[in-house]
Each structure stands twice: as structure tokens, then as C-alpha cells.
């Protein structure tokens, strides 16, 4: 069974840091790429980050580039979010996501149940 | 950027009827790069269709997707209690790979 399980997210003071990870099992995890995709409290979906299968490719919506780095470890099935600079604009819910192929560009067959990011001094 | 403006933002149906909801793009993509989720309330979004009209795994026939060029639209045939949610439609032909503001499916 494809499961994908978020952590890290908390309450975090504005220009504050925070690391999210998405736990990966029940599949081959190398073999896929990658999206963070969040959600504002009451709001629509915005992909975030995305990475390909080796994490050689990345890209960033324009809101967080240079703020936030994504990264994996395929030898443990974990991907993570370096959110840096952290805004209110950023309180939301990530979501991990499964693209359906080696590069991010594709929809998303898995997500994860999603941690709440809150900054907010 | 692709913008993606969905309509109706609320439909309003009864179980049994059948329901129509839009994705119009702000440029024409190939429908290869067309998809809709499902989310309900505290879940996250499930993958429906793909490629405009490819049903993923385990999404019932109910469902269908049909569209082109700027214009796509998701059929439900015949609404179950438990389709009931909000619907987005994403588009990624593009980077940034954008999703519409949703439909509000809802009991009348």
C-alpha cells in the first residue's frame, strides 16, 4: 500500500525556519518524482516545490523561490521542504504529492494527509 | 502562467442528477495535461481523470472528463451521497503547474 506521511509542521515566529519531511513506503520511491502542493486555511491548491526522481531537477513557484529548498534522500525514502524566510502568506497545509512518472511535470496519483504550517508571531 | 477559472463555484444538485462542472484555461494546452481531483472536507485531494479523460485507478464510471484546447469539462453521470465535495481541475502543461479555484459540489 502506497502511504506518504508529512511531518514537521508547527506554529513559527514570521522570518522563522522550519523543515517538513514526507515519509515514503509501500513503493519503490526512486522511481518517482515529487510536488509539494499546499493550501491556505478555506483556499485553493498551489504547487509549491517540485523535484524529479534523482533530485537533480527542482522547481519553485515564484512566491517561495529562493526561500525554500526541496530535496530527497531516495536510500530513505524521504522527501523534505527547507522553508526559510517564512511569511504569513506561507500558513497553510502541505501536502506531499506523488507525480505519476520520473519527472514532476504530471498529475499527482498519492498525497500525503498533509501538515499545518502556521506562522504567526 | 495558465490561469484556470472553474464555474460554476457552487452546484447545487440532489443525488441521482447529473453533474456538469468547467475548467476554462487562459491558453490552449494539449488535453494530455488535463486533470481533476476530489477533496473533501480534511482529506486531501484524490486524482479523478488524467489526460482530460483517462479515469484513474479505482474512480468509478460515473466519472468522465472530456475537453480540448481551452475547455474541459467533468461529467458526474448520476451524483452518489458521497461525491459531495469540492472539485479542482490542474492544469501541467506548464510550469507553474496550476490548478483552478474549485467547484463546491453540495447537496440542494
Known amino acids: 500500500e502506497v502511504q506518504l506521511v508529512e511531518s514537521g509542521g508547527g506554529l513559527v515566529q514570521p522570518g522563522g525556519s522550519l523543515r517538513l519531511s514526507c515519509a515514503a513506503s509501500g513503493f519503490t520511491f526512486g522511481e518517482y518524482a515529487f510536488t509539494w502542493v499546499r493550501q491556505a486555511p478555506g483556499k485553493g491548491l498551489e504547487c509549491v516545490s517540485a523535484?524529479?526522481?534523482?533530485?537533480?531537477?527542482?522547481d519553485y513557484a515564484n512566491s517561495v523561490k529562493d526561500r525554500f529548498t526541496i530535496y530527497r534522500d531516495n536510500s530513505n525514502n524521504t522527501l523534505y521542504l527547507q522553508m526559510g524566510s517564512l511569511r504569513s502568506e506561507d500558513t497553510a497545509t502541505y501536502y506531499c504529492?506523488?507525480?505519476?512518472?520520473?519527472?514532476?511535470?504530471?498529475?499527482?496519483?498519492?498525497w500525503g494527509q498533509g501538515t499545518v504550517v502556521t506562522v504567526s508571531s | 502562467e495558465i490561469v484556470l477559472t472553474q464555474s460554476p463555484g457552487t452546484l447545487s444538485l440532489s443525488p441521482g442528477e447529473r453533474a456538469t462542472l468547467s475548467c476554462r484555461a487562459s491558453?490552449?494546452?494539449?488535453?494530455?495535461?488535463l486533470a481533476w481531483y476530489q477533496q473533501k472536507p480534511g482529506q486531501a485531494p484524490r486524482l479523478l481523470i488524467s489526460?482530460?479523460?483517462g479515469r484513474a485507478i479505482g474512480i468509478p464510471d460515473r466519472f468522465s472528463g472530456s475537453g480540448s484546447g481551452t475547455d474541459f469539462t467533468l461529467t458526474i453521470s448520476r451524483l452518489e451521497p458521497e461525491d459531495f465535495a469540492v472539485y479542482y481541475c490542474?492544469?501541467?502543461?506548464?510550469?507553474?503547474?496550476?490548478f483552478g479555484q474549485g467547484t463546491k459540489l453540495e447537496i440542494q
Open positions: 504529492a506523488r507525480g505519476i512518472s520520473v519527472s514532476y511535470r504530471g498529475p499527482f496519483d498519492y
Open positions: 523535484v524529479s526522481y534523482n533530485g537533480l531537477s527542482t
Open positions: 491558453e490552449s494546452f494539449s488535453s494530455y495535461f
Open positions: 490542474q492544469q501541467y502543461a506548464d510550469s507553474p503547474y496550476t
Open positions: 489526460g482530460a479523460s
